[in-house]
């Protein structure tokens, strides 16, 4: 039987086991990747970011609950846990998620620790994704911790990029969210029923008003990556901004219905498979620049780099030279 | 006349404009690298790194200025600000700084955006303080904004690592902390005049304890990152906690002492060559995979891509096989 064949959301436990080959990388985890892949494409794909402190989690939590409740959708939680640079393994884990959610036949939940690899986290995260859209899985919900580079990676893997804010947060913060606000196409302040909530929303939609000048000067949303194939839309998608108090599970049926309305701009506008396309090619450049530097390491002796790079540690030649030495044969 | 002549902390216009070939990788940016290349290697390398709102520029300001007044030496600060994925342009910029240092002739400033691309900044930030480095400059500060990947870049440049904290964060930032406070070799906690100072050191000092237990397991600092060369310190280095007051210049002192003696401790302990080593190692590295993507992008026509491509949009084929596809020539 094909690895692949394993692959549905009867058999969480095989699931889980075939994610842990993807996460490291085996060959078992490429082949149920290559095997799996046409099969994928027909999940939902959310991203859910925003700066440490403002409740995703929970967030993430009640809408997966909301989902289930509403119909006979399945629903399919990765979270990007902060891990340590050393140890390697997640900080926070899914401590809180596993206790309303683990009971659910129709709720997969994996945890998954940013490593230290560049660009790793994007490739495995890619990877893991398509082998629960693969498994059945209608909604795959990708939640972040951060404010960086990974989140930006991320949004570019989803198809509705949810941003979270909370009141209270300071002016640094918020000139970072400037950058974070471009890529959202639906925006939540949770925890509402903080002080601070009307300063928050203002802030938000200030912000926002400059945001979409540059989405309708032909930028629209994740097409400001690429350059071609850009769908004009005269219209434009604004994102909305929900109220959400996850405790409470206020404001959440309102959540929803901008992500279906979200999904439908992107299917009647075309959007939905041009970032598909860019979904994919990121994935075809992650994974290339992975195989080249394999390729190029099959190709040249530890000995080889050790002698070029004493001469770099003595400062006799820089670090391009050697490069540019070390290059060459595979040239 | 050489572009690296024009090197000099008396001509800053030059610099400027070298550094900005620099940024842009330019071929003059790349040759003047290679030229200056041997001239590096004298520089007292500090990274500055910590969350958003806590007061990081001021520190960096106040600091330059102590520099200054002590003594004879240069200093150089290169602030790497959060930037909009989309426009590319740094949103912070260097407007407080510049009003309180522009003056004198022994402090050059610099400020520069997170870009998009995935270990671009690396890359060319490593370039800039080699630049800076080769220009005379005594003291490189290296100042980042955020909690992610990028800080691990950064310190992994520096010789000497400060990470700033401040009172009345949340549980959430103090998990992602964890990871941060693995890179200190210096914790300031600046705005000590806040309340809540007592909780932040106590916490501060508690998962010092645990960073410190991993240290001393054979990963001395930078050295977790690569297996070889470690050098074994029976003594360790225990990161000073050190309370600030950036608006009021309190702590700057301690802080400064601190400097100096862990940068006397590296000496000492030989592990000076080591970082140094790492971080020329790191820099080839990332100039290894930039120039293997470049090298198969001269060897690949766009309609090559374009073809299989098409394929995988249609999922008719993975992008891991169209990886196999288009690398196979180059092998």
Redesign the interface.
Known sequence: MKSSELLSAANKLALSRLISEVENETSAG?IA??EC??R??KAHLIGVTG???TGKSSLVNRLAQLIRRQGTQTVAIVAID??????GGA??GDRVRMRDLSGDPGVFIRSMA?R?E??GL?RTTAGVVQLLDAAGYDLILIET??????E??IARLAHTTIVVESPG?????Q??K??IL??ADILVVNKADRPGIENTERALRANLELGYS?RVNG?TGHG??TEENVVVDSEGWVPPVIKTIATEESGFPELMKAILEHRSYLQKTGLLAQR??ER??D??EH???H???Q??KAHTSTEQVSRV?EA??S??????????E??RS??
């Open positions: 490429k990747l290559d892949f046409s994928s494409g700066a440490p402190g902060p891990s340590s640079p050393f140890t900080i926070l940013s230290g560049l660009g994007a911790v951060g404010a960086g580079q990974s930006v990676d947060m300071g002016d640094d913060i000139a970072i400037a950058g471009e890529i540059h930028k400001g990556f598909e396309h994919l090619m994935e075809f994974l290339l620049r195989t080249l530097v390729n190029w790079m770099v540690y400062r006799k030649r820089s670090p391009a030279s050697a490069v540019e070390l290059t595979v040239k």
